[in-house]
Every structure is written in structure tokens, then in C-alpha cells.
């Protein structure tokens, strides 16, 4: 570590330059406070480079190729696309290239932030080091993210694995590429793959979309099975081992056949990163999931504040610019914020997509006791029909008075339409305000409020509401 020689003195100092740390540097600048961004990476973060946006980009080619094999519904013939995976790699990093610039040292210099490129340890609760800089802040901000976290597979360091870092680097599509992880990575890039040709295989220890509503997550698995995916749940891989010149072999406990494919993808979960920090030194408790926060996201230094995966917390770019906005009110304002985890929305960008915001239904009845579960199908959806788009279906969950308690959906669209629902539960709606609003039509959104107007469906049977309505006919 060189020498540091020269000091700094912000208001804030922020330790990461992905979304959560872009965001509070971009507020706190706005209002011309002193910030100082440390970054010894990609500007961006994780999302940008390696997670969200390529991801998407990667799907979106693969929805092109699979619709173009699927046009003979609407009077259109099928064909077979011919799939240059060197310019889809292209495709891919032209969207990250676009979006750059938006997260750029350029465009943040010109905000006044001061950003620093080099890698940040602390010194004492209330002094980092980057490079040959010394800052000392009022408060700091670790937004750190997350790495992929890789299990002590026997044989994988003998193998050339994969993992969301790297998967985009490739110009060669797979011939068989093999996924040890059932999440939403995995198996929104098993369903991407194989759609663009690749032969595909999905190792899952336990069961796949484990966190999700069980019922909803299985239409998604069904439908990528469907299109020829193999997804082996209830399979540990044991070891890993070559095969060949450009093969591998992975072994899976208490199976005697070997799975054989030319990549490996390591979609097993994220760990925050948190290395090198030297958080000792600062007075900064961590464990495991990460750094050890309160619902107010301060860590156990109370100069120091936690915001993003390296929280901790649920681990989505989204998460990260709510946890930021919740750290700028008492940066900036000396206001009171609190995490309220339940408001968060997610999205697994699948086909048919599978979206879910508030509790599910397990968590509502341990917590509701009585609950109530309404569902509508899109198959039951005039603009879903036109699209010959009918799979899935929208699932709500609502106290016994009516308060809408979680919402989940699967199906085209589906992290589009889970917007509403995310509202509704920030704000504390019931399905009464849900009915009273009018949707346009045709819209796939309709489900929602079909749903929501189903809760009243008992009234329209019940014998006194039927003798009112009969004695107020009598009027006239």
C-alpha cells in the first residue's frame, strides 16, 4: 500500500460506486455536500457489468429466437433462427456500453463528487485509506455489493467454471451448458441459453425457486422443462472433475450417472463483499450474510451506515437505491428511517415471468391467522388471449377485513404488473380501493382488479344483502 499523502475531509464518504452507492452520491452531491466515492472496480457495480443489465439484454435475444420459432399461431411461419452468438455477445455489451455513461467517473466529477479509483481499508472508526488519499468524514457509507459465492465443490478448482462475472465474456455458444443452482440466475440464464441452442442442465440441491410461492414457481419450472431444459431438483453435486480436452464431468450424490457438458455455471448464491475493508479496525461487526446493520441500517460504528447486498439485506439493485434513499434522510437531514422489507418487490425475469411483492401465503397465515386468497387467470384475459399469451395466473393475498397483505403473478408481463401491487402494500390499500379504480381496456393489468373484485363475491350470495336489495326494489 503506498504511502498515503494527501487528506480529505467530506461530509460523506461512500466505499462501492454500484447503485446503491451511485445513488447516494448523486443525492447528497445535488444538494452540495461534500462527498468523496471510492471505487477500486467497474463504476456501475455488479448490475451494470455482470448482473442485471447483461442478463436482460441476453434474455431479450433469446425471446427474439424463440418467438421467431413460434410465429405459426398468428398466421406467420416458423423459423429456425440462425443465431450468431459473437454478435448476441455484441448485443449484450452494446447495452452495458449505452448505459455507462450514466455511471461513468465523468458524469459524477461533474455532479462534485470526488471519485477516487483505488481500494478502500479503514485505518479507525473514522478514517479510510484509498490509494495514496486519506479521508477523514463526518459519516460513511459501505455499498459494497456482493460477489458469487462459490461452494467447496471437490474438483472445481481443477475445472473451468463460470459464474455471472464471467459468463458474459463468452463469443462461443455452449454446446451443453450445465448450472449447478436452481435460483432465479440460474434459471433465467438455463431458460436464455437454450433458447439461443445450447443444450442445458440444472443441478438444484433442493428445490428450484425455493423462495418463491411454491404454486407459482412451479408453472415457471414446467414451462422451462417445456422447452427442454433439464432441471434436476433434490441433486448435490459432489465433485467436478475434466473430461477430455473441453469437457467436464459432474458427479451428483447418490446418482451413479454422471452429467457430461462442455460448460459449468455457478449460479449458487452471492456473499458480500467485505474483504479487505479491515472492518476490525473501524469497530464494525459482520458476520456471514454480511455486515451486521439495524433496521436503520447503521452499523455497529455509528458513524457508518450499510446499504445493498453488503447489508445483509435482499440482495436487488432495486433494494440498494431504497436502502439509499433511506440513509440520505439521516445524512442529510437528521430525519428517522426505517427498513420495511415487506414493500420490496421482486422480479425472476423468466418466460412466463414470476413477480411477488408483500408475504406470501404461509408467512400471512402464521402472521394473519385468517386470510383470504383470491386468483385470476390470465387465460381468463381478453389482451392475453390476443397475444397468445395465457400462462400463469395472478395470486393475492388479503387480510379477513381486506387489506391486501402480498400479491405474486406469473406469467408475460408479470414485473410490470407487480408495480400496483407494490404500491398497494407501501401504502396499506385494500382490495376495496383496488376495485374502485378503472383499468383500460384490453390490459393484461385487468387480472389484478378481477381478482381483487372476487373478494366481494360472497356478498352477491348472501341471503341479507339479497332481502335489501329485493325491499329497496320495492321503491322504485
Known amino acids: 500500500m503506498p504511502t498515503a499523502q494527501k487528506t480529505l475531509t467530506p461530509d460523506i464518504c461512500i466505499i462501492g460506486a454500484g447503485s446503491g452507492g451511485l445513488s447516494v452520491a448523486a443525492a447528497a452531491a445535488s444538494f452540495g455536500v461534500p ?51 459473437a454478435n448476441v455477445n455484441r448485443h449484450v455489451h452494446q447495452v452495458i456500453a449505452a448505459i455507462a455513461p450514466n455511471d461513468s467517473v465523468a458524469r459524477f466529477t461533474a455532479l462534485g463528487v470526488h471519485v477516487i479509483q483505488a481500494e478502500a481499508r479503514f485505518t479507525d472508526s473514522r478514517t479510510v485509506v484509498a490509494g495514496d488519499v486519506i479521508i477523514r468524514a463526518r459519516r ?26 464471467t459468463l458474459f465474456d463468452l463469443t462461443r455458444l455452449p454446446r451443453h451448458l450445465i448450472i449447478i443452482g436452481g435460483g432465479p440466475i440460474g434459471l433465467e440464464m438455463a431458460q436464455a441459453h437454450r433458447r439461443l441452442g445450447s443444450e442445458v442442465t440444472v443441478l438444484e440441491r433442493s428445490t428450484a425457486l425455493a423462495k418463491d410461492d411454491p404454486e407459482l414457481a412451479a408453472i ?29 464431468r459432474v458427479f451428483c450424490k447418490g446418482s ?62 432495486h433494494v440498494a437505491s431504497y436502502h439509499a434513499s433511506l440513509v440520505m434522510r439521516p445524512l442529510l437531514f437528521r430525519l428517522p428511517a426505517k427498513e420495511n422489507r415487506t414493500i420490496i418487490p421482486w422480479v425472476t425475469y423468466t418466460d412466463p415471468e414470476l413477480a411477488h411483492v408483500g408475504l406470501g401465503e404461509e408467512a400471512a397465515r402464521k402472521e394473519h391467522g385468517t386470510i383470504r386468497v383470491l386468483r385470476w387467470p390470465l387465460g381468463e384475459n381478453d389482451r392475453a388471449q390476443t397475444e397468445r399469451q395465457t400462462e400463469g395466473h395472478i395470486k393475492l393475498i388479503a387480510s379477513k377485513r381486506g387489506k391486501i397483505l402480498g400479491a405474486s403473478i406469473v406469467g408475460a408481463h ?26 383500460p381496456y384490453p390490459t393484461v393489468s385487468e387480472i389484478g382488479k378481477r381478482a381483487a373484485i372476487t373478494y366481494f ?20
Not at 40 to 51: A, E, I, R, V
Not at 55 to 71: D, E, I, N, P, V
Not at 419 to 439: E, N
Open 140 to 165: 460513511f457509507v459501505i455499498a459494497t455489493g456482493s460477489a458469487p459465492a462459490v461452494p467447496p465443490i471437490q474438483g472445481l478448482d481443477n475445472v473451468d467454471y463460470l459464474t455471472n462475472e
Open 457 to 476: 363475491a360472497p356478498s352477491a350470495r348472501n341471503i341479507w344483502v339479497r332481502r335489501v336489495v329485493r325491499w329497496l326494489r320495492a321503491f322504485g
Open 414 to 439: 408479470a414485473g410490470e404488473m407487480i408495480h400496483m401491487w407494490a404500491l398497494a402494500i407501501s401504502k396499506g390499500m385494500s382490495l376495496r380501493d383496488i376495485s374502485a379504480y378503472v383499468p
Open 35 to 85: 462527498v468523496v466515492l471510492i471505487e477500486k472496480g467497474k463504476m456501475g457495480g455488479d448490475c451494470l457489468n455482470y448482473g442485471c443489465v447483461p442478463s436482460k439484454a441476453l434474455l431479450a435475444a433469446a425471446k427474439r429466437a424463440h418467438q421467431m420459432r413460434h410465429g405459426s399461431a398468428f398466421g406467420i411461419a416458423d423459423v429456425e433462427p440462425d443465431v450468431d452468438f
Open 256 to 317: 451413479d450417472e454422471p452429467v457430461d457438458g462442455t460448460h459449468l455455471l455457478v449460479a449458487t448464491g452471492r456473499s458480500a463483499n467485505i474483504e479487505g475493508l479491515d472492518l476490525d479496525k473501524a469497530g464494525i461487526a459482520f458476520d456471514k450474510k454480511g455486515l451486521q446493520v439495524t433496521d436503520k441500517l447503521r452499523t455497529s460504528n455509528s458513524r457508518v451506515y450499510a446499504v445493498g447486498d453488503c447489508a445483509g439485506s435482499l440482495q436487488f439493485t
Open 220 to 248: 415457471v419450472v414446467t414451462s422451462l422443462r417445456a422447452e427442454g431444459v433439464v432441471i434436476r431438483e433434490g441433486t448435490e453435486v459432489s465433485r467436478v472433475e475434466k473430461r477430455g480436452k473441453t469437457g467436464l
